[in-house]
């Protein structure tokens, strides 16, 4: 595999990585503060939720930063001051609950993820007939997904290649991002011809009409439980069980359906 490394260039998603942590004299957070670690795959459909949060609750600081969920689990065990966590994989929040670093309120499931094979409109590659066996086309040289060691959505496009016998003709042809919307930014900017990217990010403004995409049928990978938490030393707690609520509440699971999202319970 190769890894690429983007220095110092934007993502076309506008997806910032954790720049660093807080030094532990830096100010405290005043309440009515909530800074959340979510999943990049969020970046669209909660920075939508978030628009419309801060409208309901006037006076209120919340901001999100995205990344790879595997890194914010590291970052959080380091002590990152974030007050809510939404991983793209369940475990995450679970094992920082086992490590006591998760409010009383405990760990909420909120989506479950899904996957696509997604190519530029001008891509020759027919993945709408040939699904992930278009990735063995000779066209297909660079093929972007995320890293699996630290992003969920690279473990589900890595079991999904083995899974229908791809894997191996394409394993030298992958190139991984940080997180899946990096991988979808390599696509998305010309630096790999295709990506494995989750259907969230190719139903956004940004991308759905830029491209086309085949879905990766539901058997050929693990299900994607994504799951959320309130940390332990939140500022105001009140105001993350409030975001909990309405992120899980009607209008919450209508937007997150809208990106794709398959929810629990359907």
């Known amino acids: 595999m190769k890894t690429a490394l983007v220095a110092g260039a934007a993502l076309i998603v506008g997806v910032g990585l954790v720049k660093g942590l807080r030094s ?14 979510a999943a990049s795959d969020l970046k669209f459909a909660l920075d ?15 901001q999100a930063t995205y990344g790879s969920s595997g890194n914010f689990l590291a970052q959080i065990s380091q002590g990152a001051p974030f007050d809510v966590f939404l991983s793209a994989d369940v475990a995450y929040p679970r094992e920082l609950a086992n490590k006591g ?36 086309d000779p066209a297909a040289k660079r093929i972007a997904i995320a890293n699996p060691q630290h992003a969920p959505y690279g473990r589900a496009a890595e079991a999904a290649l083995k ?20 991988a979808a930014q ?26 086309r995409s085949w879905e ?15 940390l332990k030393g939140a500022r105001d707690v009140a105001l993350a069980k409030q975001f909990r609520e309405e992120l899980l509440g009607a209008e919450g ?14």
């Open 48 to 62: 939508e939720f978030l628009k419309e949060f801060r409208a309901r609750h006037p006076g209120a600081e919340v």
């Open 101 to 136: 670093l998760v409010d009383d309120s405990g760990v909420f499931h909120y989506a479950v993820g899904r996957i696509v094979v997604w190519v530029p409109n001008g891509s020759s590659l027919p993945v709408e007939t040939l699904g992930l066996k278009a990735l063995e």
């Open 216 to 230: 990766v049928p539901l058997e050929a990978y693990p299900r994607m439980e994504q799951g959320g938490a309130i």
């Open 253 to 266: 699971r209508a937007l997150l359906k809208r990106y794709g999202f398959s929810l629990l319970g359907e």
């Open 163 to 182: 899974s229908q016998g791809v894997y191996e003709a394409v394993k030298d042809k992958l190139v991984l991002g940080e997180n899946i919307a990096q």
């Open 186 to 211: 390599f696509v998305q900017s010309g630096s790999a011809d295709v990506g494995i990217i989750a259907l969230a990010l190719a139903l956004a403004p940004a991308m759905k009409d830029q491209g």
């Open 24 to 37: 532990e004299e830096a100010a405290p957070k005043p309440a009515g503060t909530l800074t959340i670690a």
